[in-house]
């Protein structure tokens, strides 16, 4: 892998140059030499002298210098010196030391071993022939030892005592000085040894780019570069260029001063004038890095750990910022750009209408992605692409509006999760919310109305403790609670919510979810279930959050019930002009594009779908990707597909394909991904009987009650092998897969786990019904 990219340094990446074998020969043997150096007897003792741990993470650190070093060189080698200036900034922003860790217990995730690597010009490669380069001689090029400090005088245009930017990465670069200096005087020597190794390297560093390393700081001056930013900006002496806008997050980062970040966001509301022109750019360029600087402060609260800790629900909300007060500067610019429009003093000429509202739009949307907010997004969308339409349908060929309608359709591109809260777990939400943020989705309260409604419903004014929106057909509620109430009261409480379907009768909360249920149905798949056939009355937690999920399919079903019959229409600018299902891609979580299970349903386009989670699920690396790769594989006319589950031993998983396979039962429903037909499948089979994922894995069971499922030998076999003959062929699949579940083979989610130590082996085994503390369950003996 090196050699390759080595050969790519040296030649570039041109397929179309032929170089020679004699010449790639020639320059093996120079990384072979490379590799040849002599290591003195001192060396070697300095090496051994470090403990086996220092030892690896020695190695380690030295994997990622020489990837830095890689990558910088290839940017250097083309002249791109702009993308090997934005990975030096980019690696600074990422790893600025944050005023809330618990420092220096902790090390710093900057490493100057690899900043080092990244401001390294490619001239200290003694075996490049730097005559090849086809540059013309100038400070800013890679043979001069610091193109850095050219590059911020040229990007900031000004001198560099006076670029904010180079101020606010001394700052940050300084504030990690002394971090490692701290942890430098440890009295444990492996401490010690990765700080002096870390601290040689910034002095190098130091004496290279000394043009720009400013030591003049204070730690107080990230408050004051942040307060200095928006000072300037609202006196008209402060551009929107790029570097001004890394300065003010890089500030903000580093001073964690939240409360003065939401007074400078509220500032740029109040003052913002829409009868000026360049305010626009003068304003809102500034808003979003400050918006998501808030929101990077937001997300470093260490609610985590105190959680872990065992504090009660108030101790936690204590401690957490508010972010709700982000969502309402988010209805401020809404509110903002409704005047804009509206256009009502007439003060914005018409030729700069367009610049101007496609502007405040970008920054309205970039917000929502950046908060995470799926609610607030549908419902800024609802606004500005009527408007954006009109323009279109007005024959209007401004540049401002293609390009932000194209804008819009990759936003749309953003898994919306719905997620199954209570109102009582406040810390889950702020955790789902975090989540959503760091995997760049879309989070909203998954409960909607317990009806089947058309997408032209007006809703009525429903009682209790429901948020009374046109989105309540969708969602936008909070799980029922089972919390300190009787069956009675929780039943009182639903029928208030409920209304009838299409003229028929009024339904009755049992005919959603059973009173009673047999916990002697699952001794196939869970060996300490009761033995008998006893029945039992189902717990009034177990009936609300059944009740809870069966809304949240109905939410669903209401969604995409429209979709399915737009989905036709070409979907590309500016043909489309079906606003409402531009809209309706906010609420989605993407495409089943996969082949059809069944052949009649070979035509079939890709499938919208929604994922629904339960609070507490803790989602993957990259879940984004590994959603949309598995979405390329579930089959089109799919109904169900578990993404956070846990599986019984004497229930096999059937392979389907590469990343999906077919559940024989499953536990929990900690997340899923559900299709229209899904919804429809599960809604006619109601009510739910006993816990709703005992329910839905029976449903599971229920298409191996066949010979396919007696040789493989389901629910009566520990840990089955499944052999290739014993799996039915897509044709009989077809036959017997009345309810078509799925389920990713690698869980995207996952549930938090409780401590099984200690306690009797039956009541270790009892504890996969005790992970949700929110649900008691009924089944036991």
Known sequence: GTTASLKLLKYGDDDDDDHSASELSELDNKIFDMNEVEQSNDTLQVLYSFSPKNQNRLFSLLERTCHARILSFVYQYRSDIQSAARAIIEYILSTTPSATEDYPKYSPLMSFCVLEALLLPISSLKWIDCSDFKLSPSSMSPLYNSWFSEFLKIASDMPIDKCKLSNALSLSIFYAVDIWKERKASEDKRIRDISEIELAAFERILSSENVWLNLDYEYEYGAN??????????????????????????????????????????????????????????????????????ISGIQHIKWDSTCMLGQNIDQVESQVVDDERLGLIIDQMVELYKQVVGNCDHNIPENHLSKVSCNLSAAIMQCCFFLGDGVRVVKAVSIIIPYLLSRVAQSEKSVHVFNQLESILVLSEVPTVRMINLKCRRDRWKHSMTQAQRHQLFNALAVAKLSIQSSDFEPSSPKGDINCTEEYIYWGSYAHSGKDCTHLELEQAIMQQVDSEDGQKKKNVTDYVATHWRPGDLQAFDRFARGDDMLVRASVSERACALSHISSWYGVHSSLNDMVSRYENSCTIPQCVDEKYLQQLFQISGF?????????????????????????????????????????????????????????????????????????????????????????????????????????????????DNAFGERMKIGSASKVTIEKDLIPSRKDLSMIFNFRALASLVPLCSQKQWSSSGGSEEQRGAKWRDRDTDVTYSGRH
């Open 225 to 294: 570069l942040f307060d200095k930013i928006i000072d300037d900006s609202f006196a008209g002496k402060q551009n929107s260029s790029t570097s001004s806008i890394i300065a003010l997050q890089l500030a903000l980062q580093l001073s964690g001063d939240m409360i003065s970040a939401m007074s400078s966001l509220q500032r740029f509301i109040t003052c913002f004038d829409h009868s000026k022109v360049d305010s626009i750019n003068h304003y809102w360029t500034l808003i979003v890095p400050l918006f998501k600087g808030c």
């Open 592 to 704: 089943a594009r996969g082949p059809s299970i069944l052949t009649v349903n070979q035509e079939m386009p890709p499938s919208p779908v929604c994922v629904i989670l339960e609070d507490d699920a803790v989602l993957v690396d990259r879940f984004s990707e590994r959603l949309d790769l598995l979405l390329s594989e579930l089959p089109r006319d799919f109904h169900y597909c578990s993404i956070g589950y846990s599986r019984p031993k004497t229930a096999p998983m059937i392979p389907y394909s590469s990343q999906i396979g077919i559940p024989t039962c499953l536990w929990y429903c900690t997340g899923y991904i559900l299709s229209l037909e899904g919804a429809k499948y599960l809604i006619d089979h109601l009510p739910v009987v006993g816990p709703v994922d005992s329910w839905i894995g029976l449903k599971m069971t229920a298409n191996w």
